[in-house]
């Protein structure tokens, strides 16, 4: 009898470390012949799957596929694109189990993050509903690290290296002028809820080289007097500060410092740039000269400056989905089981999608210092061997990256009726 194929979408904010997931489940799927057929890829994530856009990854070559492993972006391409509840657009989920059954997939491999273990759970549960069944798997991956029962979330880690090592880049740099220029230096990064982005900032400092660091967590509230004041007071000490501003820093009630006034595809508050609103805020009421930058797509595609840990964690997890499959599991999602942090031991477990889906898990209150502006000991211990060791890229002679190119093939369309995502 002939294997079912297997479906495979990258989902939302790519990471450094996404194709590192679709290469693992590509090569873990051709060393069993014997149980999956070919896999597919939605040409921009689930959308691809819903317009029975499909790409057929059999046409790739070997090396192609395993270049992935260093290449960041999204190889098939993403979407945010929010599938509605079952209630709202029963269709949509229809539409999908219409093209897999035309196209055989008897697997579903969802590549994203809270939005898309929601996607991953309702399908399983129609599938079975509609007389075929399928076996979905999540695979993690957000650079925001909230999604629950895993210990860590592939693609973080990369981010926060990004984040801590240009932290310290700039404080040196922002020292270096300090005396005859500017005084602060406000850095803007990703994390609408939870600020494990920001926190990543705190490792450019350490008991050898300290480096005074000012960090905004979304979970703590902005106390505006408390901030300045703390500004003030290092910059009176050590002559500048470097301030780590997660987007998502909120007031006492509620309102985001940066609320653009509307909402993205997946019903996000859309965030319209805290950094500057920091940057002005310390100019207008110290005084104190402020530079300011934003992050932005940087720390999220930054493959050239990988963290070593995020690489292997995120290949462990793409196998991983594709073992679980074979295994016959479904509704299911990879998780990441810490068991010590010096040395790093880490092994690959599973967790129900019910207990993933639309939940998030936002920094412990033991990671955040008294004060609100810093990161304890115990968040040292839990980020340290995340961001150790490094996994650089090839390089060719002009000095640049060798990244993956793909053909991308397309799949030929069986239903070829038009459906309007």
């Not at 060719?396 to 093939?409: F, K, T, V």
Request: glycine share 8%; net charge negative.
């Amino acid at each position: 009898m002939t294997p079912q194929n297997a479906f495979y979408a990258q989902s939302g904010g790519v990471t450094a470390v996404i194709n590192v997931s679709a290469c693992a489940v590509i090569e873990t799927a051709h060393r069993h012949p014997d149980k999956i057929g070919k896999v597919y890829a939605g040409r921009n994530g689930i959308v691809g799957a819903l317009t029975e856009d499909l790409i057929d990854t059999s046409r790739e070559s070997d090396a192609a596929i395993a270049a992935l492993r260093h290449t960041p972006g999204a190889a098939f391409g993403s979407c945010r694109y929010k599938l509605k509840s079952l209630e709202e657009n029963r269709a949509q989920y229809e539409r999908l189990i219409e093209v897999f059954r035309a196209h055989n997939i008897g697997c579903f491999f969802y590549n994203g993050g809270n939005d898309s273990a929601d996607t991953c759970h309702k399908v399983s549960q129609l599938s079975e509903a509609m007389g075929f069944p399928i076996r979905a798997i999540h695979i993690p991956k957000t650079v925001d690290n909230d999604l629950p029962v895993t210990d860590c979330c592939p693609g973080y880690a990369s981010a926060a290296k990004y984040v801590a090592l240009s932290t310290l880049e700039a404080s040196m740099d922002v020292a270096s002028m300090s005396a005859t220029s500017t005084k602060v230096f406000v850095f803007e990064v990703m994390g609408r809820h939870a600020g494990w982005i920001a926190a990543a900032g705190g490792m450019a400092s350490t008991s050898e080289r300290p480096v005074p660091i000012v960090i905004l967590f979304p979970e703590v509230p902005f106390d505006q007097d408390a901030f300045l004041a703390r500004v003030k007071a290092e910059v009176s000490k050590h002559g500048y500060c470097s301030v780590v501003v997660s987007e998502g820093v909120r007031r006492a009630d509620g309102k985001f410092l940066a609320d653009a006034g509307y909402t993205d595809a997946f019903g996000h508050t859309q965030l319209g740039g805290v950094a500057p609103v920091v940057a002005r805020m310390i100019y207008g009421e110290l005084g104190l000269r402020t530079h300011w930058a934003v992050a932005d797509y940087l720390q999220r595609s930054a493959r050239h400056i990988a963290s070593h840990t995020d690489v292997e964690h995120a290949y462990a997890v793409g196998r991983a989905a594709v073992e679980l499959a074979i295994a016959g599991g479904n509704a299911l999602m990879v998780t990441i089981e810490r068991s010590a942090d010096d040395p790093y031991r880490w092994e690959i477990g599973s967790a129900p999608l019910e207990e993933i889906a639309n939940r998030e898990k936002h920094m412990p209150a033991d990671f955040i210092t008294a004060d609100g502006f810093g990161i304890t000991d115990a968040c040292r211990r839990y980020l340290q061997p995340l961001i150790r060791g490094e996994d650089y890229p090839p390089f060719a002679e002009d000095g640049l990256p060798r990244y993956a190119r793909l053909q991308n093939a397309p799949v030929e369309k069986i239903l070829n009726t038009p459906f309007e995502p």
